[in-house]
T-cell receptor, first 119, second 115 residues
């Protein structure tokens, strides 16, 4: 089974500074990777995805992620953090679920990283 | 366009009861997936439905069941509720069968508390 790991439970960064939220993956074959953000009492919002192609993926709200195959990482980045970026961030990988011979895909999530941007 | 809508937003039940949670996907989306998010953890996959058929099931007991209707809305049912079923239940929709590179779009969830 595919998996992702988010090594940091919490990341603190000052407003205006660059931010990085880390994610490493373990997959067989080519990884399909995603980043989602969750604000308090809300569902998950899609930020960006990596399927294939350029290692630097640009997403919503100024976020981008760098895919690094040799380090099996997919870190989320933003050049200048905003207080409104404070939220819970989840890395996810598309995983195959064997079912009735046909199979399906699901998302397998990391445990999440709480980002706090300090004014 | 409306996003994924879930109802109710909050629910309080006692052990042994059963619960039904509802989800309406984004217009045009034919696939609905259900996830359970326990406090402090990432979401865990429960079911996926596509074109009204169950296409995938996660590692959850048979107390959990779901169905999808002709209008692509979906219900998640949980019987014989346990304290450990307390969680945020998320519904996600996508156009297809999560085959290629389609992201899933999530609703705001139903917060289920078991007393």
């Amino acid at each position: 089974a595919q998996s992702v790991a988010q090594p940091e439970d919490q990341v603190n960064v000052a407003e205006g500074n660059p931010l990085t939220v880390k994610c490493t993956y373990s997959v067989s074959g080519n990884p399909y990777l995603f980043w989602y953000v969750q604000y308090p009492n809300r569902g998950l919002q899609f930020l960006l995805k990596y399927i294939t192609g350029d290692n630097l993926v640009k997403g919503s709200y100024g976020f981008e992620a760098e895919f690094n195959k040799s380090q099996t990482s997919f870190h989320l980045k933003k050049p200048s953090a905003l207080v409104s970026d404070s939220a819970l961030y989840f890395c996810a990988v598309r995983d195959m679920v064997s079912y009735s011979g046909a199979g399906s895909y699901q998302l397998t999530f990391g445990k999440g990283t709480k980002l706090s941007v300090i004014p | 366009d409306a996003g994924v809508t879930q109802s109710p937003t909050h629910l309080i039940k006692t052990r042994g009861q059963h619960v039904t949670l509802r989800c309406s996907p984004i217009s045009g989306h034919k696939s609905v997936s259900w996830y359970q998010q326990v406090l402090g953890q990432g979401p865990q996959f429960i079911f996926q439905y596509y074109e009204k058929e169950e296409r995938g099931r996660g590692n959850f007991p048979d107390r959990f069941s779901a169905r999808q209707f002709p209008n692509y809305s979906s219900e998640l049912n949980v019987n014989a509720l346990l304290l450990g079923d307390s969680a945020l239940y998320l519904c996600a929709s996508s156009f297809g069968w999560l085959q290629s590179n389609q992201p899933q779009h999530f609703g705001d969830g139903t917060r289920l508390s078991i007393l």
